[in-house]
């Protein structure tokens, strides 16, 4: 819905981005990209839900009393990738809750990155959705990750090395690869410091068979001690890089906000 007020006659976009962690959102004005991203992030109380925190959210923030000509809320909930090929959107909650038992009290909804060939799974609280569906009817729900990993698949296509990638944010790690446009590994570790980022990275670094010698190795979001882990890695593998969001999106305006998360940079200078 378009607003007709003087201050918002411009369309503007506004995306929510949830995790169990925190909330955050990001206005963008769609007629002009030039005029700077509005972002504010959320001070989570920790006595409260994450659905308690957002309802607060909508009646203590000026940024929900306006409406915007488009809604995109990016959920950071766990993952289940699943082939095109072999993918039938009717047994998506049943491969979901499968894997995920405790998402009972959810909603299921899919992800497709044509581009890799897969469907990716995740949940939305049913509460959650309920409480941005009515203020947001038309809003359009999309998991937190899937900008990140289809930027990095095209991004993947440069030089002629293999490449693994550790995208690091709400205390936790995803390590993937990519081959013949699919997932060659993809996984989600819970992290508590990095020398736990370190046993994994390796780990999976040995079970791919990556060649120490030739094949690369990239970090990127909130890496936790990154110098430390940079360090670290070299001694076992020797091209290690950060992906420095900065210089990657070329000096982006919206790059140079430093808290903004990665995957929420991604989405709006990439898309989805």
């Not at 308690?52 to 766990?78: C, G, H, Q, W």
């Not at 095209?154 to 997932?183: C, P, T, V, W």
Request: some cysteine; hydrophobic content about 35%; glycine content about 4%.
């Amino acid at each position: 819905m378009t607003t007709t007020s003087h201050e918002n006659s411009t369309r503007k976009r506004l995306v929510i981005r949830i995790s169990r962690h925190s909330l955050a959102m990001a206005v963008q004005d769609i007629d002009d990209l030039s005029v700077p991203l509005a972002y504010t992030p959320y001070t989570i109380k920790g006595t409260m839900s994450i659905t308690a925190n957002l309802r607060e959210a909508m009646k203590t923030l000026e940024i929900f009393s306006r409406d915007y000509t488009k809604v995109m809320v990016m959920v950071d909930t766990p993952q289940l990738v699943v082939p095109l090929d072999v993918y039938k959107e009717s047994d998506s909650t049943l491969l979901y809750t499968h894997c995920y038992p405790d998402t009972g009290n959810s909603i299921v909804k899919d992800d497709i990155i044509g581009d890799i060939n897969v469907a990716v799974l995740y949940s939305i609280p049913k509460d959650i959705h309920t409480v941005i569906s009515d203020r947001y009817p038309s809003a359009t729900f999309f998991n937190a990750s899937t900008p990140v990993w289809h930027y990095l698949f095209k991004r993947s296509f440069s030089g002629g090395k293999r490449k693994l990638y550790a995208y690091f944010h709400d205390q936790s790690m995803e390590i993937f690869g990519y081959g013949q446009n699919r997932f060659k590994f993809c996984n989600t570790f819970t992290l508590d410091n990095s020398h736990d980022a370190l046993y994994f990275i390796l780990n999976v670094w040995k079970q791919q068979s990556m060649d120490e010698q030739k094949d690369e190795f990239h970090l990127v979001g909130e890496v936790p001690e990154q110098q430390w882990l940079e360090t670290e890695l070299k001694g076992y593998i020797k091209n290690v890089y950060f992906i420095n969001p900065v210089t990657d999106f070329n000096r982006s305006p919206i790059a140079q906000n430093p808290s903004l998360p990665y995957d929420m940079m991604t989405y709006f200078i990439k898309g989805r």
